[in-house]
T-cell receptor, first 113, second 117 residues
Framework: GENVEQHPSTLSVQEGDSAVIKCTYS??????FPWYKQELGKRPQLIID?????GEKKDQRIAVTLNKTAKHFSLHITETQPEDSAVYFCAAKRGGGADGLTFGKGTHLIIQP | IAGITQAPTSQILAAGRRMTLRCTQD?????MYWYRQDLGLGLRLIHY???????GKGEVPDGYSVSRANTDDFPLTLASAVPSQTSVYFC????????????????FGEGSRLTVL
C-alpha cells in the first residue's frame, strides 16, 4: 500500500516569513495529492490539492509543487500570518481508488509574532 | 443537518464494553470512511465503504467493524473496547468515481473523542 512521509513534524517561523512542508510517497500510481489544515480541536479541512498532470498550483499565499519523478510534493505558505498556525497534513491516493487517502503524520506549524 | 454529523462528541468507556460511533451525512456521497487520529501518528484509515452494501478494511481495522445499510449512515462498532482504542475518531465522506469526480475531496465530521479506561 501507499506510505506517505512528512517533514518536519514541527515548524516554527516568524510572522511574515515563508513556511515549507515536504512529503514523499511510495506508490508511483498515486496521482492525487491534497493538503489538509486542522486547527486545534477542529476537523481537518482541504486547503489545496494537486493532480499528477500539474507540477505546481497556487491559491493566494498557498502553493503546492509536485515532482513525480522523485515522488515528493511540498506545501509553500508565504507571508505567514497568526491564523496559519495549525497542523497540516499531506495525503496521497490513486485516482479512482476506493480506499481513501493515505495521510502523512502531520506538521505542527507555529507562527511566532 | 448539513454535511456530516458524528455522535457522540465525547465518551468515556470501560474496557470490555461495546461501543458504536454514529456517522450520518446528507450530501449523498457514495464513499464514506472512518479514520482514527493519534498524536504523532496522523490520520489512519480504519474502514471504508465505496457504496451502500459494501465495506473494506483500511490500515488499522482490527477490533473495529462497520456496516453500510444505506447511503447516509456508516456506524463504527468496537465490539470489546481496549485502552489502545483511546483516540479521536473522524468519519468522512466523498464523491467517488462514477459520481462525477475522479478525485474526491474528503469532508470530515467534527470527530468523536473516545477514552477507554
Amino acid at each position: 500500500g501507499e506510505n506517505v512521509e512528512q517533514h518536519p513534524s514541527t515548524l516554527s517561523v516568524q510572522e511574515g516569513d515563508s513556511a515549507v512542508i515536504k512529503c514523499t510517497y511510495s506508490d508511483s500510481a498515486s496521482n492525487y495529492f491534497p493538503w489538509y489544515k486542522q486547527e486545534l480541536g477542529k476537523r481537518p479541512q482541504l486547503i489545496i490539492d494537486i493532480r499528477s498532470n500539474v507540477g505546481e498550483k497556487k491559491d493566494q499565499r498557498i502553493a503546492v509543487t509536485l515532482n513525480k519523478t522523485a515522488k515528493h510534493f511540498s506545501l509553500h505558505i508565504t507571508e505567514t500570518q497568526p491564523e496559519d498556525s495549525a497542523v497540516y497534513f499531506c495525503a496521497a491516493k490513486r485516482g479512482g481508488g476506493a480506499d481513501g487517502l493515505t495521510f502523512g503524520k502531520g506538521t505542527h506549524l507555529i507562527i511566532q509574532p | 443537518i448539513a454535511g456530516i454529523t458524528q455522535a457522540p462528541t465525547s465518551q468515556i468507556l470501560a474496557a470490555g464494553r461495546r461501543m458504536t460511533l454514529r456517522c450520518t451525512q446528507d450530501m449523498r456521497h457514495n464513499a464514506m470512511y472512518w479514520y482514527r487520529q493519534d498524536l504523532g501518528l496522523g490520520l489512519r484509515l480504519i474502514h471504508y465503504s465505496n457504496t451502500a452494501g459494501t465495506t473494506g478494511k483500511g490500515e488499522v481495522p482490527d477490533g473495529y467493524s462497520v456496516s453500510r445499510a444505506n447511503t447516509d449512515d456508516f456506524p463504527l462498532t468496537l465490539a470489546s473496547a481496549v485502552p489502545s482504542q483511546t483516540s479521536v475518531y473522524f468519519c468522512a465522506s466523498s464523491l467517488r468515481p462514477g459520481q462525477g469526480a475522479v478525485f474526491g475531496e474528503l469532508f470530515f465530521g467534527e470527530g468523536s473523542r473516545l477514552t477507554v479506561l
